[in-house]
Structure formats: C-alpha cells, structure tokens
C-alpha cells in the first residue's frame, strides 16, 4: 500500500496559493491519486458526500491527471462527476449548488510543461488550514492502474452559461461588436454563446490547439500589439479573454488598450454596489482613494487570504466581493442585480467583472469609465527562472536596509517613506510612488509591481528594479 503523504513528498509538487502545481513530469499517476485520497481523507472529517466533481483545462497532460484522479477517487468507492474541459469558476459554481466537492486539473497560466491540481469543498476554495491538512494527510491506497476512460457531463457548462446570460436583458449588447481571444482558454466553447446570448456580435480571435500561457497580471508585448490591431482592424467595441483555467479575465476597451485586474474588479464591484471589500496588498490605491465603498480591507496576496476576510466582513457589511491584481473577482455574498439575485460564488471568476463593466459602459465607451477613476497607474512584470530562496534572501536583507536596497536598485535619489511587510516587501516612497517586490508561491519567479501618476514612471520603474535586482550579490 502507498501512504499519500510520502507519495506527495517523494513528488515534488508545492501548493501555493492555488493548489498543487509542479511539472507534468511530477504529476505521475501516484501522485495525482495521493493528492485525491489526501483531499477526501481531510473532506470527510467535516462533510458527507458520495459524489466529487472534476474537471481540466486545455493541456495536453490534464486527461490523464483527471484519470489518475478519478480512479483514485473509484477505488474509494466515490462517484466522479466528469464535466470535461470548462473554467474552474463553473466547476466551483455547480459543485457549490450540488453542495459537494471537487478537483480542477489545470496549472492555470504556468508554462505548458506544468500543470497542477486545486480543490474545492463543498462551500467553496480550500483554505489554508485545508492545505496542511491534505499535505499531512496519511490516506492508505493502492497503486494506480488501468486508467478509466473519461465520460464528459455537459451540467457545469449549461449552468456557468445561464448564470450569466439569465442575469441580463438579451439586448444588453446589442449592436456592440465583442472580440474574444480565444487561444487554449478552458472556456473557449462557452463565451460566444454568451456574448450572442446578450447580444452581441461576436468575432473569434486566434484560437490554438497548442496551450498558450496569458498572465494576466503580466500581459506580454505581443498580446499588447495583437488587442491593439484587432481592436482597428474589426472595429471592437471590447475584446474578452482569460488565463488557461478561465478564473482571471483579461479584457481590452474599445480602443485595444488591456485594463489592468484591479481596475475591472473596482468597476465591477462599483456596478454592484458592493458595500465592503477585501483586496490583496498589490492592488491599486485607487480602490480607497476612489471612495465609493463603504470599508476595504488589504489582504496578503493570493485569493485564500481575501476568501478569508469575506466571513468577517459579511458581519458588518451586506454586499461583500473581493478581486486581485490579476482580475479574478470573488463575490462574498448573494447579490442582487437587475433585480435577479445572484448567488455568492467566492472564487474567482472571470465572465462577471466582463459583463458588468458591459453593463456599466451602456451609455458610455469603456475608456471613459476608466479616466473617471483617480488615476494611479500601476504596472508590474515578473523575472522567471529566478530562484525563490534567492528572492526571499534579497528581500529579507532589504527589509533590514531599505536605504541601501534602493541604492542597489539603483534609485539613490530616493527615500522610503512606509515599509509594508504583509506579502513581500513593498516599499512607499516620499514621491508617492510604490515599488512591490514579491516572490511567487508556485514557481521560480520573482513579481514586481509599481504605482505612480504616470504609466511611464510605473513602467519605468518596475523594468530598471527588475533588471537591478538580478545583479545583487547576496553574499557580498
């Protein structure tokens, strides 16, 4: 017999803040099925159920994990729900009303040759606490074999699709001409149904049958130039896209121009009247200085940390939400808009922000609604390959010596006004400005972020940190 925890161990595979990733490699079958045993072995202890719902992304390596997982999942005597290829918020959604748990094969935006697995409870991401609890986990099984083939459950597609087309009047995109980016998004196959639902006309841009890493907190030079030029060449009034597992939108006005996550989620929650809400560390000021909820409280990064607030500012507040710098928008609470309720469904999810800065750009272009915001530009990149140890050795000496950390950077002229420690190292300045250093919790790669009153100063500054930083000398 295996024992879970070993197998974990002997794999490699970390958890960061959205579930098991590592390279394909790694994900052997004995792995995945470990993962599975662990995460029902913790499940049972508080909840009863004889079902789990399980779904992937596009990958090449996702059917086979999804395989491992299912058998892992048969030799407990568990039903498996296979809802095929679908976003991780429509997984999350139906298994929430189905009140039982799941596991979403994907590795979200990380490169091809990685992938990963998250989990669900029946009420909703797993928390911290959940992910010890899987790591130690000591769930006896037996080496897997004779894979079982895979039988798709259209259920999570059809009730993502209705959650969202319901919502709204069938005209609400009406004459509006809508361009979705399709590349290897695990949704592909359900947002133009949903934009024509609404209305609209629909142009399908690049989609590939080999996977495409979008980082939507990263947004490449290439992809930049891309929304540019179809924004001109089909005469878009917005262009819609997602990361790999589709919980992190990526959306573009009608000028081309991408919007930054924090800035969709702002406007969606604005367009809700969300009362209270709770967002990473790394997102734009402008979400206070804006003025226009009720409370908001700053999280470390990483959606588990803003789910956690959720509980405690339901007591104060009735509309509650929470989104990230990448995008991805977690409604707290049921919420009521057009007149229709809307339920809570705390993890990200991408359709929502989209269709909500639609529904608030009726009577004005996008672009308008984003200068109406006070505006502080934010930027941010991120070095890959970049050992953590190496990151997490940098920023601990310069937490120590910020005035000497910025000379290093190469930024002698200016002066630390507040240090933030909540995630990572993130510096105020007596200009106003910020710069964020934070290593990834997943992969080898170190995060920059800025803000200014300028894109080009934001810009400016995380390029010159992130090429300054790579030539520290730690043992100097």
Known sequence: MLISSNEIEKSGIQFGTSGARGLVTQFTDNACAAFTHAFISCMKKEFTFKQVAIAIDNRPSSPGMAQACIKALEQLGIEAIYYGVVPTPALAYISMQDNIPCIMVTGSHIPFDRNGLKFYRPDGEISKVDEQGILNATAEFEAISDLPELVTNTKAAVAYVERYTSLFDSLLLAGKRVGIYEHSSAGRDLYADMFIALGAEVIALERSDEFVPIDTEAVSEADKLKAKNWSAQYDLDFIFSTDGDGDRPLVADENGDWLRGDVLGLLCAN?????????????????????????????????????????????????????????????????????????????????????????????????????????????????????????????????????????????????????????????????????????????PELRCYAESNSIEQAQYLVNHALQQIQLINITA
């Open 271 to 443: 367009a809700m009247k969300i009362d209270a809400l709770a967002v990473p560390v790394s997102c734009n000021t402008s979400i206070e200085s804006c003025e226009l909820f009720n409370h908001v409280t700053r999280t470390k990064i990483g959606s588990p940390y803003v789910i956690a607030e959720f509980e405690e500012l339901a007591k104060n507040y009735v509309t509650v939400a929470g989104f990230e710098a990448n995008g991805g928008f977690l409604l707290g609470t049921d919420v009521v808009v057009n007149n229709k309720l809307v339920k809570a469904l705390p993890t990200r999810d991408a359709v929502l922000p989209a269709l909500m800065l639609l529904a608030a750009a009726s009577e004005k272009n996008i672009s308008a609604l984003v200068n109406a915001l006070p505006q502080r530009l934010t930027h941010s990149d991120r070095i890959q390959n970049f050992a953590t140890e190496k990151s997490f050795a940098i920023l601990n000496i310069a937490k120590e010596q910020p005035a000497k950390f910025l000379i290093q950077l190469g930024f002698s002229d200016l002066t630390v006004a507040e240090i933030n420690t909540t995630d990572g190292l993130r510096l105020t300045l007596m200009t106003g400005d910020i710069i964020h250093f934070r290593p990834s919790g997943n992969a």
